[in-house]
């Protein structure tokens, strides 16, 4: 995948990807980060990885017992960073899609 990189983006633990660290390899540079506090059974994670769709996300998952696995219950593609404030520009394709 080839990456079109603005220059030094300032980015955070959260949010950063192979977009803003050319450090970072896109193939692995995925992360998903537990963020806020939330009641027994769930979970919520930013992710963030060049080749998801969208890059950055914000995902709330539950415990399904019967299933004996987490489920995606909702999804967020964030125009900001929640933790940082930076402008997610690597999002942007992924916001007109959506019904936010
Ligand atoms: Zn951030």
New binding site residues.
């Given amino acids: 995948m080839k990456i079109r990189r603005q220059q030094k983006i300032k ?2 633990k ?3 990807t192979a977009f803003t660290d050319p450090r970072l390899d896109p193939e692995t540079d995925f992360q998903s980060i537990t963020i806020g506090n939330t009641d027994k059974g769930f979970n919520v994670y930013i992710d963030a990885g060049v080749v998801n769709n969208p890059p950055v996300s914000i995902k709330v998952f539950m415990w399904r017992d019967d299933l004996r696995q987490n489920v995606t219950v909702a999804a967020i593609t964030p125009h900001y ?1 929640p ?4 402008k997610i520009a690597e999002n942007k394709p992924f916001l007109r899609k959506s019904k936010e």
Avoid: F, N
């Fill in positions: 980015d955070c959260y949010c950063k960073c933790m940082c404030g930076r």
